[in-house]
């Protein structure tokens, strides 16, 4: 059944935002996407992202970022690329006619007919992967890019947005001038004024007397 376009969005959306939070160089990331993308063009079906994560290795690329890029063989894709690869490879293998496929086709259906089925798909599969792994690798090194340059620039404006605030609360801390003493230091002063006031008042009395 095919996505409809909001669920494509929705999922290229979150694959490019988790691809370009991880770590590593806008290569590695890329590459590794690549190796994913790549391994979805081989016919050996279940065993993709162990294809990919070696291939991934190999190249130095993003282990993680391999297995997010075979999400390209998914099955949308998989009734394109699995009769393409067979076919591309029996015509390079020169063979005239090719075998009608299953719309069902499984792993045991490949395995179990290695001549007939097997290596046509892995002939053709070799130069379709390699060409699928640089078309990959050029458009996901400009994706990573792009998002780790608008990265590094939201931080920084958030980082001056900081400086900004603490700058603006030092000015006013400053033109507001000391703080005002506490209240109960304030009127310590006047309670002892008040009491000499009286001691004096008192001594005057005695003093008549």
């Known amino acids: 059944m095919i996505w409809p376009r909001r669920g494509w969005t929705r999922m290229a959306l979150y694959i490019r935002h988790r691809v370009g939070r991880l770590p590593g160089t806008p290569y590695r990331i890329a590459a590794g996407f690549a190796c994913g993308a790549a391994a979805s063009f081989t016919p050996f079906l279940g065993l993709h992202f162990v294809i990919a994560a070696l291939a991934a290795l190999a190249l130095r690329g993003n282990v993680v970022a391999s297995a997010f890029g075979t999400v390209v063989g998914n099955p949308v894709t998989f009734p394109i690329i699995l009769p393409w690869i067979y076919t591309f490879g029996r015509t390079l293998l020169g063979f005239e006619t090719a075998a009608e496929l299953p719309e069902d086709l499984s792993f045991s ?101």
């Open 109 to 209: 259906f490949i395995f179990d007919r290695p001549l007939e089925i097997l290596w046509p798909m892995a002939v053709g599969g070799l130069p379709t992967a390699i060409v699928a792994w640089l078309i990959t690798y050029l458009i996901m090194h400009r994706v990573v890019s792009g998002y780790q340059k608008a990265q590094r620039r939201r931080r920084l404006r958030k980082k001056l947005r900081r400086r900004a605030r603490a700058r603006r609360r030092a000015a006013r801390e400053a033109a507001s001038g000391p703080p005002s003493p506490e209240p109960a230091e304030a009127e310590a002063p006047a309670q002892e004024e008040r009491g000499e006031d009286r001691n004096d008042a008192i001594f005057a009395t005695r003093g008549q007397h």
